[in-house]
């Protein structure tokens, strides 16, 4: 029931393809009738719930299909290849991206321990790497539909959006996707604090041993802990990240010299060979082909 009133609600408030805020920082929602094949993005910290249609989304070979009944949790941020393929005027996807703040995610799930509350384990089903998808259970579909329903009210958004969005955040921790989440909001988890300063320091030098560093391990030790948090190589992730951020920003308009330039590369030859390998194809085609919309920046992600 409570999905089919969210869905309703996004048809009423939603008149164009693309993302709209909700009034509630962190909190999108968004539309689109025309399908966008798989193609290079990367999904920040973020919960991306689906009420009509389907996403996709690519990471490290394995493939994530997600809908109405299923929702998607990235708790780190993940270079992937996203994308609505079955999009269409007849089969619209809609859907609410909701950023997922690392204090108040930590917060909640020192609360949680200390109230003496569990969160649901994974123990016995296939280990979760970079993303997880969660069954919509009753909790998180009620939490989400008061959440939205608060954009009826200027002044309810305003005064009770905090306490909303986290009620939301609670009913994701209590879910299937909550020790996932917790693995990578807990208090000192080194693997999360390592990528949170890749991803905002692509344009900077990067070493694997000032990772470990900054995660507190070893160098040998953070390369495992690193691959089986996120099915990638700390170089591998690196390189993807970098590669996948580049892309979205020529597919936006950016040069491709620009691009390489502001992801890190001093080579443009070495970027034009690692972008080729990556994706079939040099910069240039690639920005000549233009394959993803609508600006296609980070924030862009719930749509890609």
């Not at 009509?52 to 299923?70: I, N, P, T």
């Not at 089969?91 to 995610?105: C, E, I, K």
């Not at 970027?271 to 920005?287: A, D, I, L, T, V």
Request: with cysteine; aromatic share 8%; hydrophobic share 40%.
């Amino acid at each position: 029931m409570c999905n089919e009133q969210i869905k309703h609600l996004l048809e009423g408030r939603i008149r164009e393809d693309g993302l709209m805020e909700s009034g509630v920082k962190g909190v999108k929602l968004f539309r689109a009738t025309s399908p966008v094949h798989c193609a290079p993005a990367v999904y920040e910290p973020s919960v991306i719930a689906i009420v009509s249609g389907a996403k996709e989304a690519v990471l490290d070979g394995e493939r994530y299909v997600y809908d109405s009944s299923r929702y998607m949790c990235c708790p780190m941020s993940m270079p992937v290849k996203a994308g609505t393929p079955a999009a269409s005027p007849e089969n619209p996807l809609f859907g609410v991206y909701v950023s997922l703040d690392q204090r108040v995610m930590t917060e909640l799930a020192m609360e949680i321990d200390s109230a003496g509350g569990t969160i649901r384990s994974n123990k016995g089903g296939p280990r979760a790497q970079g993303i997880r998808l969660a069954r919509w259970d009753e909790a998180f579909s009620d939490a989400l539909l008061r959440l939205l329903q608060l954009g009826d009210s200027e002044t309810d958004t305003a005064v009770l959006g905090h306490t909303r969005l986290r009620e939301l955040y609670y009913a994701i921790l209590k879910g299937e996707a909550g020790f996932f989440a917790r693995q990578a909001f807990g208090v000192g988890n080194g693997i999360a604090r390592s990528i949170a300063h890749v991803s905002s320091n692509l344009n900077t030098p990067i070493s694997i041993d000032s990772m470990a560093t900054r995660a507190g391990m070893s160098r040998a030790v953070f390369h495992r802990m690193f691959k089986q948090a996120t099915t990638m190589s700390p170089i591998q992730f690196v390189k993807s990240m970098r590669l996948n951020n580049a892309a979205m920003k020529i597919a936006g308009g950016m040069t491709v010299n620009e691009a390489a330039m502001d992801v890190g590369y001093v080579s443009p030859s070495q970027f034009s060979r690692e972008f080729k390998r990556m994706y079939g194809q040099s910069p240039r085609q690639w920005s000549d082909a233009q394959q993803l919309p609508l600006g296609s920046g980070v924030t862009d992600g719930a749509l890609q």
